[in-house]
């Protein structure tokens, strides 16, 4: 009798991503179920949502999610079922970067990121302001429980911020190097961990580069000396790899996500695995 | 110039190896009709990618090449069986292209349905159709080459039955020889769509040999028309995609598209010009017809739907101005002027303080921390004012585009219909004038019997 009581109890959460998941789980604990209604190894912005995963969005008391122009399927998806009660919008918690894209666009270009750089979970102080949104969406739905979350907060973000120094000093030696990124996924993790992103392989993100641009961007990249070229799991290897031998530079893949490469386990592990392949990458080119 | 050939070098030679072998496909896949088969081929051999991905291989593993490969030959014996004419016939008889087309369709969904359990699957796709021809490598070209020379050996061997096929005759054992086809186009097709993508293979193969078809008679002559004409595109697209800084795949594939349409209005100018010599009042009559139907449309459009898009009015007041400043007051006309030149300013400084911010960002210009966080300030600000400009110019011009309503598309409306029914009822009215009887169709054997009988 008293199992049905208890899953009743639950507070059900439908997270866009497997970073919010995350972070979800990390503060509301045992209290919540949480799942992503993305897998991290596709593209996140061409979603096609499975019956399931509308089931999973209809159900829930919470929907947590990344915001912009981040999730363009999660319109549709929500006049299939009844959205929950209590939508989180992350981007509101943290600030952006890259939002000098003009909103009166009167010529009406199509355009990824035109809200502003919707990658901000690669910074991991923005997760602060992401857990605090999150802990006051859970303490609404479960007032009881708000002094559970947030404890459940502040043990994580006490895992967090000992990491981040870790993780800080492991890159202070590379501290104002500049990579090349294939797609513009990384200025909150450069902006933190002091690197520049001195341009990207993708000219707009998502259209393929011209060769003009291409040969634009090598000859910068000799100019300059840039050797480390940030990639994805799913950047397009031929283009990636004439960039990087036309300049003579090292192809570092990173995980844009939580599971998005087997190292990547979880929110912290994330930031262990990426530091720990930059790092050490960087460390060859000495 | 040097940077251009560097990068587009290796590009183009992998495009006049393509061209080669899919100008000599291209004129068979139209003999036979088959049109849709290469997109049918490319996509099961995606179907064989993607289980390769499955059972654990690399996207460019050889073994994800021979998984597409062993697909590919399964849906050539499919394709090769489907033809045959002792196949059912009669009233259940359906055309091969329904077949072709339901293999692409069940190929794409089971590809998609695999892809969602595969890494990057949408990825994978996306690359499948775009290609990676900006990447190919040396090897890459050398081993399609070798490969493409050794299928055109073969059927320089086996010419007779495969043309006889292509031209709609019969041969002993055409299924096997049909078989040989398929399989040989499969191999190139998932050779190429690696290299090239679905897109840009498809154009290679029905383009040229649509170009060579329409210009020349014989086939030795439509494969050198088709030769030419891929070899000249592929130039042509890859200088354009480096001139005007475009995706090169699509380049050459808008190229094929522009080259195809150019042939067209040619051969049409021919034809039209050749009518005129044997038939002049009644093409003229016809082209008037023609013209003021389309000048009823586009007035029709701008009365009904002032605020849509008149690409053709914008054209004609980018060359001629005082069209729509006739419809300004003299203050719109200055906020016009004054915005224009404002965006003319704005847009030339923001490229001038975009290239300062790059060499900042590239480190081969010096900018203090506080310098550089005022200049993307400035930009973004900036961005906004232009932005801001435009907006102000599009909301004049659908101020006019309402005032030209019932100025400018009513009266072309009634006169474009003016000049089409005009077009249309005139022969008759002439022909009433003389006396004559409109023209009647040629009496059939039994009217003509039926007459004699009364």
């Known amino acids: ?286 | 110039m040097t940077l251009a050939i560097e990068l587009l070098a290796l590009p183009f030679v992998a495009c006049a190896v393509l061209a080669g072998i899919h100008a000599y496909f291209g004129l068979h896949v139209l003999g036979r009709g088959v049109i849709f088969v290469d997109l049918a081929l490319a996509q099961v051999a995606a179907l064989g990618m993607t289980a390769a991905l499955l059972a654990g291989h690399g996207p460019q593993s050889d073994a994800a090449y021979y998984y597409a490969l062993a697909f590919t030959a399964l849906a050539a014996g499919v394709f090769a069986l489907a033809r045959r004419p002792e196949s059912p016939a009669g009233a259940h008889a359906v055309p091969q292209e329904a077949l072709i087309g339901i293999v692409y369709a069940a190929a794409a969904a089971l590809t998609v349905l695999a892809l969602d359990r595969v890494p990057q699957g949408g990825e994978q796709i996306k690359q499948l159709l775009v290609g990676g021809l900006l990447g190919v490598t040396a090897d890459e070209v050398a081993r399609v080459a070798a490969l493409y020379a050794g299928v055109g050996v073969l059927h320089w061997l086996c010419r007779r039955p495969l043309l006889t096929l292509a031209a709609g005759g019969s041969v002993p054992h055409a299924a096997a020889w049909d078989f040989l086809f398929y399989l040989t186009l499969g191999l190139v097709v998932t050779s190429s769509v690696r290299i090239a993508g679905v897109l840009l293979v498809f154009s290679y193969l029905i383009v040229p040999a649509v170009v060579g078809t329409w210009l020349a008679d014989s086939l030795p002559r439509r494969l050198v028309v088709a030769l030419v004409i891929g070899v000249s595109v592929s130039a042509l697209g890859l200088g354009a995609a480096f001139a005007w800084d475009l995706p090169t795949g699509a380049a050459i594939v808008a190229t094929f598209a522009a080259a195809l349409a150019a042939t067209a209005l040619f051969r049409g100018a021919v034809a039209l010009a050749r009518r005129l010599r044997r038939d002049g009042a009644r093409i003229l009559r016809a082209t008037a017809g023609v013209a003021g139907a389309l000048v009823f449309l586009l007035g029709a459009g701008l009365a009904v739907f002032p605020g849509a898009d008149h690409f053709w009015l914008d054209v004609i007041e980018r060359a001629a101005p005082a069209v729509r400043d006739v419809f300004l007051t003299a203050a719109e006309r200055q906020v016009v002027a004054e915005s224009a030149a404002a965006i003319e300013r704005g847009t030339a400084e923001l490229g001038r303080l975009r290239a300062l911010q790059a060499d900042a960002q590239w480190g081969t210009r010096d900018l203090g921390p506080e310098q550089r966080e005022r200049l993307r300030q400035f930009l973004a600000g900036r961005d906004e004012l232009v932005a801001g400009d435009r907006l102000v110019l599009r909301t004049l011009r659908q101020r006019v585009r309402e005032r030209q309503r019932f100025v400018v598309g009513v009266p072309l409306a009634l006169g474009g219909a003016a000049v089409t029914v005009a077009a249309m009822v005139a022969p008759r009215w002439r022909r009433r004038r003389r006396g004559e009887s409109p023209r009647m169709p040629p009496a059939t054997p039994a009217e003509v019997s039926r007459t004699s009988r009364c």
């Open chain 1, 1 to 286: 009798m008293l199992l049905p009581l208890v899953a009743a109890a639950t507070i059900t959460v439908a997270a866009t991503t497997t970073d919010l998941r995350d972070l979800v789980a990390a503060v509301g604990g045992e209290r919540v179920r949480v799942e992503s209604l993305t897998d991290p190894r596709q593209d996140p912005h061409a979603r096609e949502i499975h019956p399931r995963q509308l089931a999973l969005l209809g159900k829930s008391d919470v929907l947590v999610r990344v915001g912009l122009d981040h999730e363009p399927w999660l319109a549709r998806a929500a006049k299939a079922v009844t959205p929950p009660a209590h939508d989180v919008d992350c981007s509101r918690a943290v600030t952006l970067l890259g939002t000098e894209t003009p909103r009166l666009r009167a010529d009406r270009g199509a355009h990824v990121h035109a809200f502003g750089n919707p990658h901000y979970w690669l910074d991991p102080e923005n997760a602060h302001g992401i857990t605090a949104a999150i802990a006051d969406a859970l303490g609404r739905v479960d007032p009881d429980d708000r002094a559970l979350f947030d404890e459940n907060r502040r043990r994580f973000l006490a895992r967090l911020d000992a990491g981040l120094a870790r993780w800080r000093s492991r890159l202070a030696p590379y501290e104002g190097t500049r990579v090349v990124a294939v797609h513009d996924t990384w200025p909150y993790f450069a902006r933190r961990f002091g690197l520049v992103v001195a341009g990207t392989v993708e000219e707009r993100p998502g259209v393929p580069p011209s060769p003009a641009y291409v040969g634009q961007l090598i000859e910068r990249m000799r100019a300059s000396g840039v050797r480390v070229v940030l990639a994805e799991p799913g950047a397009p290897g031929a283009l990636v790899r004439r960039v990087a031998d036309g300049a003579g530079a090292r192809v570092v893949t990173l995980a844009p996500s939580v599971g998005a490469d087997p190292q990547a386990t979880d929110y912290l592990a994330l930031f262990e695995t990426n530091v720990a392949r930059l790092a050490d990458a960087l460390a060859g080119l000495r």
